[in-house]
């Protein structure tokens, strides 16, 4: 409780300068709903409200936040007694043009390789049947369909994003009693699979921001010939995918 009114007391200080200088740092949270005071009735005797559940605005003002929020004041309601009500000032926070991308959205749009279907926009259960078979959706490579990728041979060939930085699986901390291997996620064909979870392994393939890297390619050219690249080095030629929570 004692905690639960510090962070109150922080963010009203950082609200109450956002206020004075029209802007704060903000961070965006969890989509939740949020209860407001709404007019419902105007008299000669006063005024009566009530309240309605609407999605919260995404974003808040936050002293660590590595965004800058506009602050817009205008008028709203609070009860008074309820249902009795007054009119009040108030000020809202307002979210910036677009949405920042996460990191790992960041990396994504990086890379070569994307996965199709809903998979691009959604999580992926790393666990959802047997190891060397297709966990995702096909890849594509530039926009176009593939016919294969080959087994990477470059170090690292998988990494996670953690602590701000893509860090190769098997060099991972805290990670499992026994490190992966660097091929556990894996191209098989058109698709990401990986091998069979050793030790604890499974408890560290939840959750997680997974860049892979594609060694080699082969698809239809413009003139239907069958094309291949091969990929000696780090550039584009990477697929990006999140692992959906336990």
């Given at each position: ?9 922080v963010l009203?200080v950082?609200?109450a300068?956002a ?6 740092p903000c961070?965006?949270?969890?989509p ?7 007019l419902?009735?105007s008299?000669?005797e ?7 559940i609407n ?5 808040y003002?936050?002293?660590e936040?590595p ?8 008028s709203g ?9 007054e009119e009040?000032e108030?000020s809202v ?22 996965l199709?279907g ?5 999580c ?6 047997s190891?060397?078979?297709?966990i995702?959706s096909?890849m594509?490579?530039?926009g ?6 080959g087994?990477?041979?470059l170090?690292?060939n ?13 060099s991972?901390?805290?990670?499992p009693?026994q490190?992966?291997?660097?091929s ?9 699979g ?12 939840y959750?997680?921001?997974?860049r892979?890297w594609i ?8 003139d239907?010939q069958i094309?291949?690249e091969n990929?000696?080095d ?6 990006v ?6």
């Amino acid at each position: 409780m004692k905690l639960l009114s510090v962070l109150i007391a922080v963010l009203a200080v950082v609200l109450a300068q956002a206020h004075a200088q029209m802007t704060c740092p903000c961070v965006y949270g969890e989509p939740r709903d949020c209860e407001s005071t709404v007019l419902a009735n105007s008299g000669p005797e006063g005024d009566t409200c009530t309240t309605e559940i609407n999605p919260c605005v995404p974003c808040y003002c936050d002293p660590e936040g590595p965004y800058t929020c506009s602050i817009v004041s205008g008028s709203g309601y609070q009860f008074t007694t309820e249902p009795e009500c007054e009119e009040v000032e108030k000020s809202v926070v307002q979210c910036p043009a677009e949405p920042p991308l996460s990191p790992c959205e960041e990396a994504a749009a990086t890379c070569a390789f994307k996965l199709s279907g809903p998979d691009a926009n959604s999580c992926i259960d790393p666990l959802p049947n047997s190891p060397d078979v297709c966990i995702t959706s096909e890849m594509t490579y530039n926009g176009q369909e593939i016919l294969q990728v080959g087994n990477t041979n470059l170090n690292p060939n998988s990494e996670y994003y953690q602590d701000g930085a893509f860090v190769a699986i098997q060099s991972i901390s805290p990670g499992p009693t026994q490190a992966f291997s660097p091929s556990f996620w894996k191209p098989l064909v058109t698709c990401v699979g990986h091998e069979t979870p050793q030790s604890n392994q499974a408890e560290f393939v939840y959750d997680r921001c997974v860049r892979l890297w594609i060694s080699s390619v082969q698809f239809l050219g413009p003139d239907g010939q069958i094309v291949n690249e091969n990929f000696n080095d780090f550039g584009d030629n990477c697929v990006v995918f999140t692992t959906c929570p336990e």
